[in-house]
Each structure stands twice: as C-alpha cells, then as structure tokens.
C-alpha cells in the first residue's frame, strides 16, 4: 500500500474499542484492526476477540492497551511471573508453550518469504525444552533504592528505567536469584548506595552473576560508579562466606554516564578470572565479559545442529566467521582437519586461544580482525580453500562484504547460525542470488518466554 493509501485512523486516543485478532507481530503483540486500519496489542492472542483501548495512533497504524479479552483463545495460559506485565524482560507467558513454538515456527517461515522470497525453503519445527523455564545462566540487574532507603534489584519496566523490585525471575536459574539478592543485602549493610542515572551520583550501578552448572561454580560481578569498594576485604569475606558455591568475585568500574553496562576496567577481586562449564564433551573458561550462550542445554542442541548441518567427515578445511569465544570452532574442531576463527573483539580471540588449549585441540588457528578482511588474507597466504564456513552474526547479520568474501571463496557447504530471522533471510536472499540453495533450516528456541529464536541454516554450492 502507498504512503498516500494508508487509511486514515479511523479510532481516536483513549477510545474503547473491539477487534478479533488476526496475528502476532515479532514482538509478540497481537494485531487487530478496526475498518482495515491495524493495531498492535500486547498480551492478545490471534483468534481471540478483546476489548482495548487506544494508547497511540499513527497515519498508518497505532497501539492499544489490551482491557478484557470477550472470547478467550486455547493458546492463553496463566502466567505465573506477579511481575510479568511490568517487566519487559518476557513477552510471550500468556501463550502456552506448543503456542510459542509454533508462533517462533512462523516467524522464520514468514521472514524466509516476506524478506528472502525463499517460499520452497524446508523450516522444520521449533526445537524447544523439557522444562522452559530456569534456563538462564547469566543475571545483569541493574540496582536502585527503595522509598524506605534500602537497596532493591530488579529488572526495568518496560519502555523505562524505573527498577521493578524483584524477589526472583523464574527463566533465571536459581543460583543467579539467590546470589543477586544476597550480594544485594550484603551491599545495604556495607553502606554502598545505588547509582542514579539522573545525577550520575552513587556507587553500585548492577549486579551481574553467572553460574555454570556443569561445575557448580559462581561468579560474581559488581559494577560500580568508582574504584573504592567501602571496607573492600571485609565485603569479599561477606561475599565468600554468605554466597554459595562462590569462585569468583569480580569488580568492573563504570564511571561513564551511560546505560551501557560494563565500563572498561575489569579486575579480579578474589578466584580465579574464570569459571568453567562444559558443553557436551567441551570445557570453557569463562570471564565476566565473555560472551557466552545463556541457555546451555539449547546450547548444545543448536550447536549439535550446526555440526550436523556441517557434515564433517575429518579431511575438511572450516572456517568460523564471528567465532566469539571459539564455543562452535571447539565443537567443530573435533571432526575437522583443520578450523580457523575469526572475531572482531581481541578479548574474545584470547579466551578462543585460552578454550582451545584447555581442550588440548592443536587444530584450530584464531585470529582478530574482520571476518570480510580476514578470510581473503588467510585464502591468500595459506592458499586455503575452506570446504565449510559458518557463521553466527550479531543481529544485524553479516557485513555484505562478508556475504562477497564467502561466495568469493565458495566452500561447499555453508551453515548460518542466526538470532534475528529478518537479517538471516535478507543474507540467505544475497547467497541464493550469488549460487547457493537453502537445503533446510532448524529454529531452536534458546529464549522460552521470550519472542527471541535461533536459527541453524543449511546451503550447499549449486
């Protein structure tokens, strides 16, 4: 439809008014219309008739306030958070989870058609988990104070940065709740006050924790607007003594006026720099600023995938575009002849070097760098021809550049690891063109809860 044909709204702002709705959009709001002109309501289900109110209208489309649902859909279930509505961490526990699975299914399916025009290409079914809930490994919570002056930790409403004050979060794993909230209460009793992001005044800005599960161990991170700890040793005994299965405490100074998390000072207050985990037969170490999936059972499951979608029989030559911390390369580098990585952050290439010592794999080469400047320097100078590439972009996909390099050095096969259907298939569009054919792709739902997937991607040279 032309700028010039979109109707006009035909609702006002605060208007009440009924619509069945039709879908979801990819931020799982549902989209209802009323005389052809759209609009998008949180927390309604396709098929359902509701009652809402209109929040906000634009020319071509506007936003309402979901207010009794009049005819209910099977797909709506309780939703057991208390602050679900408030926070915007999940969007999708109204909706039972074969729903979600079925809703995450459509995304890639539509994405693949609307965006990649790839209407033959083979989607299999979301892959989902036993138990979708407790999955997260990694807690960042941000830190405010209460009306009464003490500490709270939550996670912001949506849309805001005011701190919904929170007992737990029940997709985090409950090592990660605990240890929040007692670091939390051990703060309060040290005296450290919360950062605020108006003044830029106070000390303790978030809470970070990861835990790893294969071995139990914990780290703790603190991000502060400063350097001095109030009464440092005596906190880190606080700490060690009162936080279970504690192996690391960590202290990152951020005194930016920023919303950006991390500043750039990092420094081990007590433990190790690491933790580790393992994933299926492969150990990692991890810091506080790796990047590191969150959900390591679907870990492996996509991982698991993207080996298969390799096809390796031991004699390949692989490259691993966007390689982070070498969690694919390591997997890889077990049926490989020879992988190489590639990642732009240097900190990461030194953890993929550190991973694959600790692994005792001497086939793998790391470099930092350019995926797009790399690869051509590596065909180049080893004269290598790799049978397979796989990537896994940030969410804005892959450079074009990188896209030309690949089709440049044109492996046999090629696996696209994904987290945004909409930039996979725009990149899966630009491969096609270039002579590749999408044989199947595997979504594999990482984020329960959440309108978030991932994507393994298949494509074998024409």
Known sequence: MSKQNKPEAPVEKNELIETTIEDLTHEGHGVGRVEGYALFIPYALPGERIQAKVIKTKKGYGFGKLITVLEESSERTEKPCPIYVKCGGCQLQHMTYEAQLHYKHKQVKDAFERIGGLNEAVVRDTIGMEDPWRYRNKAQVPIGVKEDGRLKAGFYQKRTHNIIDMDECIIQQKENDGAVQQVKDIASRFGMSAYDEESGRGFLRHVVTRYAPTTGQLMIVVITNGKKIPDEQAFIEAVRNEVKDTASIVQNVNTKRTNVIFGEKTKTLWGEDYIYDHIGGVKFAISARSFYQVNPVQTKTLYDKALEYADLRG????????????????????????????????????????????????????????????????????????????????????????????????????????????????????????????????????????????????????
């Open 315 to 462: 004699h390949e030559t692989v490259i691993d575009a966007y390689c982070g911390i070498g969690t694919i390369s390591l997997f890889l580098a077990e049926k490989a002849r020879q992988v190489y990585g590639v990642e732009v952050v240097p900190q990461a290439v030194s953890d993929a070097k550190r991973n694959a010592q600790l692994n005792h794999f001497d086939n793998v080469t790391f470099a930092a760098g350019k995926a797009e400047e790399v690869m051509p320097w590596w065909v180049k100078a080893n004269d290598l021809r790799p049978d397979v590439v796989v990537v896994d972009p940030p969410r804005k996909g892959c450079d074009e550049q990188l896209l030309d390099t690949m089709l440049e050095v044109a492996p046999e096969r090629i696996v696209y690891v994904s987290c945004n259907p909409a930039t996979l298939a725009r990149d899966l569009k630009h491969l096609v063109e270039g002579g590749y054919e999408v044989v199947e792709a595997q979504p594999v739902d990482m984020f329960p809860q959440t309108t978030h997937v991932e994507v393994a991607t298949k494509l074998v040279k024409k």
